[in-house]
């Protein structure tokens, strides 16, 4: 239904900043909200942010909350996640995510999220 393709990972310095996009196809991308997850070794995937279809509602996990900045381009199909003052703790494959309810709702949970994406590697050294 909709297909995401994650980019902008890296190795970086604590402190440094970093931008991730992901571009989806498929869907009509303005009809779906979408999602930030990372997963560090040996964790559980956890949720970093999501925004609503039209951009205008946002939601962040207290780690990145201040730091990160998610947001969308519906006419680019994209949406992104802004990270500053990163910490070697943010070191994860992060993984954006489509929820396609077909209602309101900003949703947390993984299992919430229909399609994903492979993931990107974010590294950063102390």
């Known amino acids: 239904q909709v297909q995401l393709v994650e980019s902008g990972g890296g190795l970086v310095q604590a402190g440094d900043s970093l931008r991730l996009s992901c571009a989806a196809s498929?869907?009509?991308?303005?009809?779906?909200?979408m999602g930030w997850f990372r997963q560090a070794p040996g964790k559980e995937r956890e949720f970093v942010a999501a925004?609503?279809?039209?951009?205008?509602?946002?939601y962040y996990a207290d780690s990145v909350k201040g730091r990160f900045t998610i947001s969308r381009d519906n006419a680019k199909n994209t949406v992104y996640l802004q990270m500053n003052s990163l910490r070697p703790e943010d070191t994860a494959v992060y993984y954006c995510?489509?929820?396609?309810?077909?209602?309101?709702?900003?949703?947390?949970?993984?299992?919430?999220?229909?399609?994903w994406g492979q993931g990107t590697q974010v590294t950063v050294s102390a």
């Open positions: 995510a489509a929820d396609l309810f077909l209602g309101s709702r900003i949703a947390t949970m993984d299992r919430e999220y229909d399609c």
């Open positions: 498929g869907r009509t991308f303005s009809s779906y909200a």
């Open positions: 925004i609503s279809w039209s951009g205008g509602i946002t």
